[in-house]
């Protein structure tokens, strides 16, 4: 069963830029895609630049072209607006210092005026002491009004959440199910740093209630403080969307997940987990999306071929896995073999002609028509 019955989605695909964009971010970005065309809804594009100390010059077109090689066009985004914009995170600013101001007089966040010294001090206290390192509360019940006579002289100051101490919370993921966590094991994070940025916590529950958004996609990286994140969108009396955590994937060897080392020993055998290097490598954008729905997703236990037509025919939320994933280049080299086979001579043609010519190698149409067959035997 597939997820056309349910009322138009809005899904946003959110990434930061601040790396290339790659298999993990595309994953993402197609099941995105996919609910919105299946439900007659729309997919948004929202650049998270709140970490302007590792933005990468580049990134977020990267990632713009990246999406559109893929044939995820997107709705709503930067480059071509819609009524719910900015959207870029870094634009938004005023937007999050609103809220964190309603948090605050509705004692549900505090001014916290602990330097870094004296967190690290705690930290090492409690490291001593074997407890899991936490902030202490120092300035959780400070008098209000003293709060606001500090922060009006200057005091530097970060905002945090104040996470119930008693009792549990419940938050509910497609995949996963309820989860119910200790409110005692739950940390006072920090939603608004310093300088006056929100962090990610604040800024995409505010971000997602004002745009409407009906469905969220994250990895399982965000299930430590998906309970924070809950108890945020209710703190403002807001619906939370329906939370979606994808698995994680793992390391060819099926042993860890993917990290930056994996990435290089990938590079160095000639593969790479970045959208952009796989297209220059010659791989089709059809062999990627059919690659990496299957990474998490299935439809029954033996189909294996999938156009994006397909895929937003058949996806479904209830098919959604939550095991780890390897990545296997030797299944990916099997999906763009049978993308290839599936492409008409002239199609081909057109396609590997770019590479000829990057290659300096002679690229008429006639002579690419008589070398696509042999590329596709």
């Not at 970005?29 to 933005?55: H, M, N, P, S």
């Not at 967190?119 to 074997?130: C, G, H, Y």
């Not at 899991?132 to 500090?150: K, Q």
Request: proline content about 5%.
């Amino acid at each position: 069963m597939t997820d056309s019955s349910l009322k138009p989605a809005r899904v946003r695909f959110a990434p930061s830029p601040t790396g290339h964009f790659h298999l993990g971010g595309a994953r993402t970005a197609l099941y995105d895609f996919l609910l919105a065309r299946q439900t007659g809804g729309q997919f948004i594009l929202r650049i998270e630049d709140t970490d302007r100390k590792r933005l990468v010059e580049g990134a977020e077109q990267e990632i713009m072209d990246g999406l559109r090689w893929l044939g995820l066009e997107y709705d709503e985004g930067p480059d071509v607006g819609g009524p719910y914009g900015p959207y870029r995170q870094s634009e938004r600013k005023e937007i999050y210092q609103h809220y964190a101001k309603e948090l605050i007089n509705s004692g549900h966040a505090y001014y916290c005026f602990c330097t870094p010294e004296r967190l690290e001090k705690v930290r090492q206290e409690q490291q001593k002491r074997k407890e899991l390192p936490h902030y202490d509360g120092t300035c959780r019940n400070l008098d209000p009004d003293e709060a606001a006579h500090r922060v009006a002289a200057g005091e530097k100051h970060v905002v945090r959440f104040k996470m119930p101490q008693e009792g549990s919370t419940t938050v509910t993921d497609v995949v996963r199910g309820d989860i119910t966590i200790e409110n005692r094991v739950l940390d006072d994070y920090i939603i608004v740093k310093s300088d006056g940025l929100s962090l990610y916590h604040l800024a995409a529950a505010v971000d997602d209630h004002l745009m409407q958004i009906t469905h969220v996609f994250r990895g399982s990286e965000w299930l430590s403080t998906f309970p924070l994140h809950g108890l945020i969108h209710r703190s403002l009396g807001w619906q939370e969307p329906v939370w979606v955590h994808l698995s994680l994937f793992l390391k060819p060897s099926g042993k860890g997940k993917m990290s930056k080392r994996a990435e290089s020993d990938l590079i160095k055998d000639g593969y790479s987990v970045f959208i952009k290097d796989l297209q220059e490598l010659g791989y089709l954008p059809e062999a990627v999306n059919n690659w990496i729905a299957l990474m998490g997703w299935s439809f029954d236990d033996h189909t294996e071929f999938f156009t994006l037509p397909d895929l937003v025919e058949k996806f479904s939320l209830r098919k959604l896995n939550p095991s780890p994933a390897a990545i296997n280049f030797t299944k990916f080299d099997y999906f763009n073999g049978l993308h290839i086979r599936a492409l008409t001579t002239e199609d081909l043609a057109r396609r590997i002609k770019p590479f000829f010519i990057s290659r300096g190698y002679d690229a008429d149409d006639a002579t690419l028509k008589k070398i696509a067959p042999t590329i596709q035997e």
